[in-house]
């Protein structure tokens, strides 16, 4: 079994309870202890918006109805970033005796009764619709609406985010309620609301309810070390949930325990691609008899599941709001818990690495900010804005079976994702068996053909089943705009796919499929071409300082590891067709779709990484999924400052430009 890395204990958290009770807001809610947090909402939303983040069972639902009800700030729209959510939540107010009407186009009927209800609950994608058009919804927030409630904020990318701040610009002159479990630096959320506002926002902040417990980071992160953990938990009796990264990993390891560890009757699985008969049946034996449950995803068991004892993460989630939910399914009783980490991905290793980063990362959840600003070209009112949408649906692919196109393998497929993930050769899990990409998108019926990889070749099986794997190479350009920065499109452009060996074999590369494959964005970047560029040296020590600077642009200003994309082009060390390697060498550092690149905070975050570069092995900063060097010489620390100080000073000069356009 794997060694203990370190423990740590958390005393955990309860809400702070006041003298008054909810049924003094509103005789609809029950006569409860009020909790702090709670009182305090409602008397700061009386002169200002508010910021309310509080954790798990923290009651910020009752909250918000409080202070709608007794400051009369009726109609009230609540906002949700899903259908789901806000169906589930309107239930949750009509038990409470609230007329509640929900607008969206999955609830026909929503026009002829929004002006009489108390409560609308809509998500960010319908009020984007209705602005950009002047249709009747925009007309009754412009119109009628006193309050909106922006509930889970924290659930919005970069983009989504600004566009969200757009929208709160547009009604500066309707009350505002945010409400999150988890959000790094909130004031600076509420600066920015300010300043689209014109209007003052505080943060009230509350604690969730959430009983002590004990992390344990694992030494090792393999796959074995984790089934011998679960064997043990299920050998002890322990009641234990086990998250992993997927479905394939899920129904990978009950069949091994199952087979090998003779563990049939006491693990189960739970994941929404098991039929519903299938989930309820997991359910029943997971609270009764069975003391080992497999799933991979937070609301697929959001449900009544019993007392948990311990918690396992394979791999920590990126989000912190997820990292909680996963949480808040042990010790619902009150009870203490454990929970035990394996470092199964670069991201896991490198916040694991220290117990200061955990806790500042994931306990008091620095990590998990709402990159809104002001100053965004896509923070502009919806009428201002070129965006089409709120989410960035456009045209998309699906992935179907080669001889079979009505059978669906993967759905909604974002354009931009094809030459990464879905080109010819490239290898996907599908309910536990490994498939191969046969053929490009087919553009009329917007499918990508694919097939079983026994029926693609055996012999590619044989070699992924021994640790080799399907990688992508692509180039991405600049096209548009400046030389060196700028705000334009850049082209991703898929030309082999190749079947990599694992990283201790020397073995060369295999290639499955070429021909090419291009997709177009707007994107901002920057570009440093360099002739040193063809030195293998340089390319691994141009990498390492990229992926620092990642590291840091997610700790320090809480971004995400895909915020910001890189790309090393450099014709020594990559196989490239001829015409791409006449091209000169070059890095290129960019976001797409462009919101914030400009506006992060740049001085504290290439600190960071210099301090990264200083005191990290440069293994521990290779970023999840993103190829690194192979047989190149070790990155040299000195060379890598020298290209975050290139980088850095282009960013400067771009986050300059785009600050004039801004004032022009």
Not at 200 to 212: E, K, N, Q, W
Not at 533 to 554: D, F, N, Q, W
Not at 599 to 628: F, G, T
């Amino acid at each position: 079994m794997s060694g203990e890395l370190w423990t740590l204990e958390w005393e955990g958290e309860h809400p702070e309870e006041s003298d008054a009770r909810l049924s003094d807001f509103s005789s609809r809610l029950p006569p409860e202890p009020a909790y702090t947090h709670q009182v305090e909402t409602v008397e700061r939303l009386r002169d200002a918006n508010v910021l309310l983040t509080a954790g798990m069972g923290a009651g910020k639902t009752e909250a918000a109805l409080a202070a709608v009800e007794h400051l009369e700030l009726k109609p009230a729209v609540f906002v949700y970033p899903t259908k789901a959510l806000a169906r589930d939540q309107a239930e949750r107010m009509m038990d409470y005796g609230f007329d509640v009407v929900i607008a969206d186009g999955d609830h026909p009927g929503w026009r002829s009764r929004i002006d009489d209800a108390e409560l609308v609950l809509t998500n960010p994608q319908m009020i984007w619709i209705h602005a950009r058009n002047n249709l009747p919804f925009w007309r009754f927030l412009r119109e009628r609406a006193a309050c909106l409630v922006w509930d889970e904020v924290h659930f919005y990318d970069p983009r989504q985010a600004n566009l969200l701040l757009g929208i709160v610009r547009a009604l500066s002159d309707r009350r505002h309620l945010f409400m999150s479990g988890t959000v790094g630096r909130p004031r600076r959320f509420c600066r920015e609301v300010e300043r689209a506002t014109g209007e003052r926002c505080v943060h009230v902040r509350g604690r969730g309810r959430m009983a002590p417990r004990t992390f344990r980071a694992r030494e090792s992160g393999s796959f074995r070390d984790l089934l011998r953990e679960i064997a043990e938990c299920a050998e002890e009796g322990v009641k234990t949930l086990v998250f992993l990264r997927s479905r394939a990993q899920v129904e990978h390891a009950y069949q091994i325990l199952r087979r090998r560890f003779g563990l049939e009757d006491r693990i189960t699985i739970h994941h929404g691609a098991l039929p519903r008969e299938e989930r309820w049946r997991a359910e029943r034996e997971f609270k009764t008899r069975v003391p080992v449950m497999l799933t991979v995803k937070t609301l697929e068991v959001g449900i009544d599941i019993g007392s948990v004892s311990r918690i396992i993460h394979y791999g920590l989630p990126e989000k912190v709001s997820d990292f909680w939910q996963r949480e808040g399914r042990a010790g619902r009783r009150g009870q203490p818990a454990e929970s035990i980490i394996f470092p199964a991905d670069p991201w896991t290793r490198f916040v694991l690495s220290s117990r200061s980063r955990f806790r500042r990362a994931y306990l008091e959840g620095q990590v998990e900010r709402i990159l809104a600003d002001h100053r965004s070209p896509v923070s502009a009112p919806p009428a201002e804005n070129p965006a089409q949408s709120f989410y960035g649906e456009r045209e998309t692919y699906r992935v179907v079976r080669e001889d079979d196109p009505r059978r669906v393998l993967r759905d909604q497929l974002d354009p931009e994702d094809v030459p990464r993930s879905w080109a010819p050769g490239c290898a996907f899990r599908y309910r536990g068996d490994i498939w191969i990409v046969t053929g490009p998108p087919d553009e009329e019926s917007r499918s990508i053909p694919a097939l079983p990889v026994d029926e693609y070749d055996p012999s590619v099986r044989q070699l992924i089943e021994e640790g080799w794997w399907p990688y992508p190479r692509i180039e991405i350009t600049a096209e548009e705009g400046p030389e060196d920065c700028g705000l334009g499109h850049i082209r991703l452009r898929w030309t082999a796919t190749a079947l990599v060996p694992p990283p201790d074999q020397r073995e060369r590369p295999i290639i499955l499929e070429t021909g090419e494959l291009s997709v177009r964005v707007r994107a901002f970047y920057v570009r440093l071409t360099d002739p040193g560029l063809g030195s293998s040296k340089r390319v691994s020590s141009a990498e390492l300082a990229l992926h620092a600077l990642t590291y840091a642009l997610k700790m320090v200003a809480g971004a995400p590891l895909t915020l910001v994309g890189h790309y090393v082009h450099a014709p020594v060390y990559a196989e490239l067709p001829e015409e791409d390697a006449e091209r000169p060498p070059y890095l290129l550092l960019y976001e797409s779709p462009p919101a914030v690149m400009p506006l992060l905070e740049w001085d504290d975050v290439v600190r960071e990484a210099r301090r990264l570069l200083e005191r990290e092995e440069p293994s521990n900063l290779r970023l999840p999924h993103c190829s690194w060097p192979s047989g190149a010489p070790e990155p040299s620390t000195r060379l890598a400052e020298h290209y975050l100080a290139v980088v850095y000073d282009l960013i400067k000069k771009l986050r300059e430009r785009v600050r004039r356009e801004g004032e022009a």
